[in-house]
């Protein structure tokens, strides 16, 4: 994790995954979360993807479209940030219950060819926004960017300008 100042009064943090030791979850490490969840103990260092997540107030998650889907090393990182009682938590009627700041997550994929109409990336975010309870969702999409003939440029400051409008 880096903290940059990006000069608007912005706390702006990036964190790079493919430089993260970030691993699959497994039994031992399940059972290790239920116990800490069991006894409260969540200050662990195993925790802190999903402290840093749970105290952003606004998130921008960059990734590109790999077999209709996002690469698996993006899905690691949400394993460990998906902790009840840090990121999210149940409420008595099995519902969520907001425990993060985030109130906003935009989410940005490129994308060799065209993402169909009906595609899961989308709804998958909408249900993660649902499960964090983030008011707002914005799917950004650089589609076309391997179409000989597409001027990839262009379709990329497209997408950077639709990051920029608030
Ligand atoms: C492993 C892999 C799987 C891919 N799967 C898809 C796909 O399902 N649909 C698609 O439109 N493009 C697919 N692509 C193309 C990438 O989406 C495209 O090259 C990428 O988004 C370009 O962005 P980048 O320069 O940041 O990698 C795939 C590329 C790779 C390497």
Redesign the pocket.
């Known amino acids: 994790m880096q903290a940059h100042w990006n000069g608007e009064g912005t706390d702006l943090k990036i964190l790079e995954l493919l430089k993260e030791p970030l691993v699959p979850l497994d039994k031992e490490r399940l059972l290790q979360r239920d116990r800490d969840l069991a006894k409260g103990n969540l200050a662990s260092p195993s925790y802190r993807y999903a402290r840093e997540f749970a105290q952003a107030d606004e998130i921008l998650i960059g990734a590109?479209?790999?077999?209709?889907?996002f690469?698996a090393l993006l899905k690691i990182w949400l394993e460990q940030i998906c902790v009840n009682g840090i990121a999210f938590r149940y409420g008595q009627d099995g519902r969520p219950v907001k425990c993060c700041a985030c109130q906003k997550l935009i989410v940005v994929?490129?994308?060799?060819?065209?993402?169909p109409a009906n595609n899961s990336l989308e709804r998958y975010w909408e249900e993660m926004c649902g499960l964090f309870s983030i008011p707002k969702l914005r799917v950004i999409k650089?589609?076309g960017?391997?179409i000989q003939g597409n001027d990839s440029q262009a379709i990329l400051q497209r997408a950077i300008g639709e990051i920029r409008e608030r």
């Open positions: 590109p479209y790999w077999d209709c889907s690469p994929t490129t994308a060799g060819g065209y993402l650089a589609e960017l391997d």
